[in-house]
């Protein structure tokens, strides 16, 4: 991210693109651009991208790119799709950019391959049981292709995915059914599986998921509206049975509803979303999710990381933490786009919540012996499902270590939690670190540096097996891994959270 200009925020755009002015440049029209017209829009006063097939004019985007102009640049007169999407392939560029549109690429014809156009007739017959696996990946790896297979009894449909994956769990298994429309998705390492169905006849609004971890089978179960025979599950949807890595696999959002909204600090809310009941989903320790929001008319998306409902200290998961809760802990800015909009949103009122992403792996710990935890403002949140899961699953842990920067007292989440959860286990130790302390402050005070670390940031003995998580503000983290580096901590012993 760079700097903005004032007056070049997200809700400047927004206005800017509802004020009629011809941001596209064309009067109106749209046109099929060709790949050697869309070359000679390279500069940034004439700057055309290509995105999934359709050619924006950016040129006025130019000063309001959050990633500056020279990182737009570097897709100018090109196909930039692949650019945006390594870098936040949840913002929707269409709705953003919708009013500088300027035309389709136009198509070269060119012949289908056969492998792909006789995959494809045999994806349009109906679906009848077991489909042929889709070749996706190279003959190496299709074995480890999961498959599926339905059955029926007079009330119940169930439909068996076998992941051919030994540990499978309730994390890895997400699965939604809004109206007739079926989709479930198996996470296997890097890669989705997804079964996604026009379902034949309607069901009722809750499902059960099974899944027998050892053998590594899933079983969706759909209640029947009418108990009648169904001759088949449904129609393919178009990414039905598919086996390809997660980053290609578009984001699916479902509405949730806002429950609750709780006071934690003076800026910072505990929102409480519930899931469908047509929907089965857990967010695992150390992801992300989506939110989105239509602000002004444009689809707005932010990432924000799941927590509980507070911090177990009795460290067995509270009973009300059913799985059919989101909690999130979010801070409101006060010229907040996204968050001012949240905290208008009226209990009961439904917001679009995305399946989980994030590359941190719960096995990371599981292999540590000591556990540091760098935390600044709400950079706290990934720390609450992990603190949870090291405290309460890793029995090899010694040392569990938070290190919580944040700018005044009245800033720190769940301190007394926190305070508690020292004096519950021997192992957590925590060290709230203010840059901003008010005169009666008589903690330690200051920024991240490389004194500060090395002074909280040691080996229980000179062998440790140490992981070291951060997650804060970008310079924050970006500083803090430098530090470590520069104290001897290797790049496998840190991992960032980000985006
Ligand atoms: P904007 O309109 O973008 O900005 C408003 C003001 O806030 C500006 O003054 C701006 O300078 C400041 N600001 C905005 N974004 C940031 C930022 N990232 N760092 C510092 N200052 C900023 N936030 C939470 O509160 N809880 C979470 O659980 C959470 N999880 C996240 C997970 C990930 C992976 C990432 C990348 C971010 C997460 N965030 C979280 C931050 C969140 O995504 C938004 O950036 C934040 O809510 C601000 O959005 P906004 O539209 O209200 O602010
Ligand atoms: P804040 O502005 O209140 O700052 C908290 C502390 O961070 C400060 O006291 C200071 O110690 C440190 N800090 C802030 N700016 C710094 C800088 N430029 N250099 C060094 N240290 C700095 O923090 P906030 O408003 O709560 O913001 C939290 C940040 O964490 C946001 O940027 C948010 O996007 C990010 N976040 C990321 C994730 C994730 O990637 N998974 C999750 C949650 C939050």
Redesign the pocket.
């Known amino acids: 991210?760079v700097p903005l200009k004032p007056g070049r925020?997200?809700?400047d755009w927004i206005r800017l693109t509802k004020s009629g002015k011809d941001l596209a440049g064309l009067k109106g029209k749209l046109i099929e651009v060709t790949e050697d017209e869309l070359a000679k829009h390279n500069k940034k006063e004439d700057c055309w991208i290509c995105i999934r097939g359709f050619v924006y004019n950016v040129t006025p985007y130019m000063e309001y790119h959050p990633g500056g102009e020279d990182e737009l640049m570097k897709a100018a007169g090109t196909d930039g799709t692949d650019l945006f999407d390594q870098v936040h392939r949840w913002v929707n560029y269409e709705s953003m950019l919708k009013e500088c549109l300027v035309g389709r690429m136009a198509v070269k014809p060119i012949a289908a391959p056969k492998e792909i156009s006789s995959t494809l007739s045999e994806e349009k017959k109906q679906l009848n049981g077991m489909l042929p696996e889709k070749k996706v990946l190279g003959a190496s790896a299709k074995d480890l292709t999961p498959s599926y297979d339905w059955f029926q009894t007079d009330s119940l449909i169930t439909i068996v995915i076998y992941t051919k994956q030994k540990d499978m769990n309730a994390e890895l298994v997400i699965v939604d059914c809004q109206d007739k429309r079926l989709r479930g998705e198996i996470i296997v390492d890097d890669h989705s599986y997804l079964v996604e169905v026009d379902l034949d006849h309607a069901v009722q609004e809750d499902l059960a998921v099974n899944i027998a971890e050892k053998v590594g089978k899933v079983e969706i179960i759909l209640k029947k509206k009418d108990n009648i025979h169904w001759k088949m599950l449904g129609q393919p949807l178009e990414h039905h049975n598919t086996f390809i890595k997660c980053k290609d696999r578009g984001l699916f959002y479902r509405k949730c509803k806002l429950v609750s909204k709780m006071e934690v600090t003076h800026d910072?809310k505990l929102f409480c979303l519930m899931l469908p009941k047509s929907t089965h989903l857990r967010v695992p320790t150390g992801q992300?999710v989506y939110l989105k929001q239509i602000i002004a008319g444009t689809e707005?998306v932010?990432?924000?990381?799941?927590?509980l409902p507070f911090l177990p200290l009795d460290f067995k998961e509270p009973s009300h933490y059913d799985g059919a809760h989101i909690y999130?802990?979010?801070?409101?800015?006060?010229?907040?786009?996204?968050?001012?909009a949240?905290d208008h949103l009226q209990i009961g009122n439904y917001i679009s919540v995305s399946n989980p992403e994030?590359n941190f792996k719960k096995s990371q710990v599981q292999t540590s012996e000591d556990l540091f935890l760098l935390a600044a403002?709400?950079g706290f949140?990934?720390m609450v499902k992990l603190l949870n899961f090291a405290l309460t699953e890793v029995s090899c842990l010694r040392i569990v270590k938070l290190i919580f920067f944040n700018k005044t007292d009245d800033d720190i989440l769940w301190r007394n939690q926190l305070e508690q959860l020292v004096l519950k286990d021997e192992r957590f130790e925590v060290q709230f670190i203010l840059s901003q302390p008010s005169k009666d402050w008589v903690g330690k005070q200051g920024k991240i540096s490389s004194s500060l670390l090395s002074e909280f940031v040691k080996r229980s003995r000179t062998d440790s097996k140490v992981l070291i998580c951060i997650c804060g503000?970008?310079p924050f983290a970006e500083q803090g891994v430098q530090y470590l580096k520069d104290l001897g901590y290797s790049q496998e012993e840190i991992h960032t959270?980000?985006?």
């Open positions: 991210q925020s997200l809700m910072t992300h707005v932010k990432p924000y990381t799941p927590v999130l802990m979010i801070k409101i800015y006060s010229c907040g786009l996204f968050t001012q949240l994030g403002g709400t949140t990934p503000p970008t959270f980000t985006a």
